[in-house]
């Protein structure tokens, strides 16, 4: 799982360079302006959270998978440099707890069905 606070990025641009894969890089410089910050939070969070469920976090290449991310595109593994029998293995879940935040979830795709409650403390 991962959790960000989508706070303005000025240099949102060179970290998608950075850390995407060329297509995603793609797809993420193909959005209109104003889509970006949202676009680049969703891949940000999916790909992590994608990480952690390998077991790898940060320490893994984040430009070894694509997902799918922007506006009309649901959360999924569209392409992994280990083979379609890695891209079918986790399912990637979207979720906004509170306005501001985007988080992601990866689960296996063997484990049940997953979720989401929301409470207020």
Same mark, same amino acid.
């Given at each position: 799982m991962?959790?960000?606070? /989508?706070?303005?990025l000025? $240099?949102?641009? !060179?970290?998608?360079r950075? =850390?995407? &894969?060329?297509? @995603? *890089? %793609?797809? *993420?410089? &193909? #959005?209109?302006a104003?889509?970006? #910050? /949202?676009?680049?939070y @969703?891949a940000?969070?999916?790909? @992590? +959270?994608?990480l952690? %469920?390998l077991?790898c976090?940060?320490?893994? &290449? #984040?430009?070894? *998978?694509?997902?799918?991310?922007?506006?009309?595109e &649901?959360?999924?593994?569209?392409?992994s +440099?280990?083979? +379609?029998?890695?891209t /079918?293995?986790?399912?990637? !879940? %979207?979720?906004e707890?509170?306005?501001g935040?985007?988080?992601?979830?990866?689960?296996? $795709? !063997? =484990?049940g069905?997953l979720?989401?409650?929301?409470?207020?403390?």
């Amino acid at each position: 799982m991962d959790l960000e606070h /989508a706070r303005p990025l000025p $240099d949102a641009e !060179h970290l998608a360079r950075a =850390a995407f &894969s060329p297509r @995603e *890089f %793609a797809r *993420f410089v &193909s #959005l209109p302006a104003e889509a970006r #910050l /949202a676009a680049f939070y @969703e891949a940000w969070t999916r790909k @992590e +959270a994608l990480l952690k %469920a390998l077991g790898c976090g940060l320490g893994g &290449s #984040l430009d070894h *998978f694509d997902v799918a991310f922007g506006p009309g595109e &649901s959360p999924r593994v569209l392409w992994s +440099a280990a083979g +379609a029998d890695e891209t /079918a293995r986790f399912r990637l !879940h %979207a979720f906004e707890p509170e306005p501001g935040y985007v988080g992601a979830v990866a689960i296996a $795709d !063997h =484990a049940g069905p997953l979720r989401q409650r929301t409470w207020r403390w």
